[in-house]
């Protein structure tokens, strides 16, 4: 008989690389939200989930149970076979625990794939994800990068993770680098997927000396950070980085590609608009239909962009800072590493 687990135990084993875990919801339940890593194996398909719902609540309990068991007669041997690909441990779950998971795990039981099925389902992974976030320790002390738009604070702390510096990459879980402009060439995540996200990376970043972030407002895109992560965010050690605006406009360009975006990037100016003094306005519209994006970027943080984070600059204790002046962003990774080498027992 297949064995349930609990949320804990399914937390350590993924934490631990031991585990694979395998939504068997609806592709489109899947794609709003799962837990991180998870593969979809569905036992339905959104049209036939929708039928059966449509049986359940029309005809009766039986008469759904009976169209789901013709469903998945014929789903079978594609269904195990499948199953049989994965190597190691496997758990399924599905929404609350119930028959989806069930007739899953009781299937692949009977032919001999031994598959743990999660206690709760999805829901109650959500729940302790919540619950977690709300009452997170993150005990080591956090390194906060600040500065101007386009000094390339998420591309630093990229590189520095590429060196295997502690980063946590608030940008990279909301999928939404935070701006108006933010979510240009990127997939953006929803609340709950951001959650996950951040579960796993307290796990990763729970036995680190200090982890490094960038200095986001609790609101990134549609998502909302943690109070505590905010709180520990203010506390932090903080490092502003200068960058000429010449090196500031290549790295924007670089990382948004507007020539790819034209369309993107004309909607999003036009929610600011009204917000610059209507000559510039103009002049950073007509840039960007006629695809001076150089112009229209130099504009925009000129006259716009630095003129913000100098007013939200005055939040943070002025002597609690470090500052960096670079010419690159390179430049600026190999500053912080040589910081970071006086502290690596912090």
Known sequence: MFQDIAIEDLSALRQAGSLVTIDVRSPSEYADASIPGSLNIPLFNDEERAEIGT??????VQAAKERGLEIVSA??????????QIPGKRAVFCWRGGMRSKTSATVLDLMGIRTYRLEGGYRAYRQWVVSR??????????FVLHGNTGTGKTAILRKLHEHSYPVLDIERLAGHRGSIFGNIGLKSHNQ????????????????APYFLMEAESKRVGKIVMPDRLVAKKEEGKHI???????????????DYQPWEHQEECLQSFRLIKARIHTPIAAEIEWALQHEEYRMAIELLLVYYYDQRYAHSDTSYDMDNRTVIKAGSVEEAVTEIQQLLGGVSNA
Do not use: N
Not at 55 to 60: F, R
Not at 75 to 84: C, D, G, M, V
């Open 133 to 142: 976030l709300e009452q997170m320790e993150l005990t080591p002390p956090a």
């Open 192 to 207: 709950k997927t951001f959650d996950a996200l951040m579960s796993d990376e307290l796990d990763r970043l729970e036995h």
């Open 75 to 84: 789903k079978l041997p594609a269904f195990i076979k499948t199953f049989a």
């Open 240 to 254: 502003w980085l200068e960058l000429p605006l010449e090196a500031r406009v290549t790295h924007l360009l670089e």
């Open 55 to 60: 049986i359940y609540k029309q005809v009766s």
